[in-house]
């Protein structure tokens, strides 16, 4: 029998201001012939190139203003945005493609750059997008009675992306993968969304069919534990398990499934931009489910108690583009 999921094993968290960015593959140029911050990028490549037994391996930037903007410049931007207040009790930062400056790691450099002030910072990284669920686990582990944190999610592809192929493996597509920044504001008092951690659970087949009926049975398990209104899928997940952007998971449930998944903050963009359409309501409960791309999946619930601050930054205004 699988390991059932746990539904009260924490006290909730509560999130007032959800802040993202996206940043899509068409924002992006191709460094060629060499970056001019190569002495940063370097070890990357050199990595990159001996671990899949390539040799030129090319990155990409995202520039603004004649620069280029790193993961932790993303981060920087979404939380100026989270709050205007000097200080932080928790920064809860999750990160797990490799920052394009190598040698100066992301959270360190926004410590030591930013105008606020952090009493517990928390680094998270190599979950992938399952960090979008697991970090609801360990803010509910560390924040306190009256303690304010802000959650980063932060994931920027450093690497030209040129196909499986590419690296010798077998080339599946579904969907497509863009970078982004999300921001948080959590604590352990009252506020707009009630967040409780569920727990993960191991798929036990790999095998196509079998994945999708066992992944479709937790989902019917979590809507009914968490007695939620509405399930919300990685979209890579969704798609995976189903050969369209429409799920069926019951006679009269159905989820809609993005094209373009957003990593460890898709969950929580999929969620903000049903808060800003209607879609989800006050009094309604969410089922937010993450995928680490093999046989893992972690969920956590939400109950709307009413709407909280909702924030997009356009980055397609500021950045220029070829």
Not at 137 to 143: E, G
Not at 221 to 245: F, K, P
Request: charged share 20%; with cysteine.
């Amino acid at each position: 029998m699988p390991e059932p999921f746990r539904y009260a094993d924490f006290d909730p968290i509560y999130v007032d201001h959800i802040c993202w960015l996206t940043a899509e593959d068409h924002l992006y140029t191709l460094d060629w012939p060499t970056p001019d911050d190569y002495f940063y990028v370097s070890p990357h490549i050199y990595m990159e190139d001996h671990y899949y037994g390539r040799v030129g391996t090319l990155t990409r930037s995202l520039m603004a203003d004649g620069k280029r903007l790193t993961a932790g410049d993303l981060a920087l931007m979404v939380m100026e945005r989270l709050s205007t207040e000097a200080h932080w009790d928790w920064l809860i930062f999750a990160q797990t493609c490799p920052e394009r400056h190598a040698l100066n790691a992301p959270l360190a450099r926004m410590l030591e750059t930013a105008a606020w002030h952090v009493d517990y910072p928390l680094g998270l990284s190599h979950m992938g997008a399952l960090a979008g669920t697991e970090a609801i686990q360990a803010a509910q582990w560390s924040i306190r009675r009256k303690e304010r944190a802000a959650i980063v999610l932060v994931e920027q592809r450093v690497f030209h992306d040129d196909g499986q192929a590419g690296y010798g493996l077998k080339t599946e597509k579904r969907g497509d993968t863009a970078d982004m920044a999300v921001a948080l504001q959590a604590c352990t008092n009252q506020g707009a969304l009630q967040v409780s951690y569920v727990g993960k659970r191991i798929i036990q087949s790999g095998e196509v069919d079998s994945f999708a009926s066992q992944v479709q049975d937790i989902i019917r398990e979590l809507m009914d534990g968490c007695t939620a209104d509405h399930m919300i899928l990685q979209s890579r997940l969704g798609l995976h398990i189903s050969d369209n952007s429409i799920l069926h998971i019951g006679p009269d449930k159905t989820v809609c499934v993005p094209y373009a998944d957003y990593q460890s903050g898709d969950v929580w963009i999929q969620l903000a931009e049903k808060l800003q359409r209607g879609i989800i309501r006050p009094k309604e409960r969410v089922v937010l489910v993450s995928w680490d791309g093999d046989r893992m999946i972690s969920a956590c619930c939400v109950h709307v108690i009413h709407l909280p601050l909702l924030s997009s930054l356009a980055m397609n205004q500021e950045i220029k583009t070829t």
